[in-house]
């Protein structure tokens, strides 16, 4: 079964665009994928501050690089395709997630 990660925007959508994320992982699944979200995986881990990243955004006690950080390294090891919700252009993470999906040969579809 290939293992399939939801990119797309989050930061400055409602509800961080998690709706969205939802409804194509329930698509995935009728694909029989396993889809994998980001809104479900734990920032990265690390003593001291949070890295720098392009935004100050902070969630739950972590900034946006401890969870892009956390993003790509699951992307990376644990998943076999990319889904990429609409919106994506406008998203520092998500075009980086693309990016580094295309440059590592993994298989990007989008919505």
């Not at 479900?40 to 881990?45: F, N, Q």
């Not at 790509?72 to 990319?82: N, P």
């Not at 580094?100 to 579809?109: K, M, Q, R, S």
Request: proline fraction near 9%; glycine fraction near 10%.
């Amino acid at each position: 079964m290939t293992t399939t990660y939801v990119c797309g925007p989050i930061s400055g959508y409602a509800e961080g665009n998690e709706p969205a994320f939802r409804q194509a992982a329930e698509y995935l699944k009728t694909r029989d994928q396993v889809p994998v979200v980001p809104h479900d995986l734990p920032p990265m881990e690390h003593e001291g501050p949070c890295p720098r990243s392009h935004a100050a955004v902070t969630t739950g006690g972590h900034g946006v690089a401890c969870y892009l950080r956390a993003d790509l390294v699951h992307l990376l090891l644990y998943c076999d395709a990319v889904y990429v919700l609409p919106g994506w252009e406008a998203s520092v993470g998500a075009r980086l997630e693309v990016m580094v999906a295309t440059t590592c040969g993994i298989p990007v579809t989008f919505a």
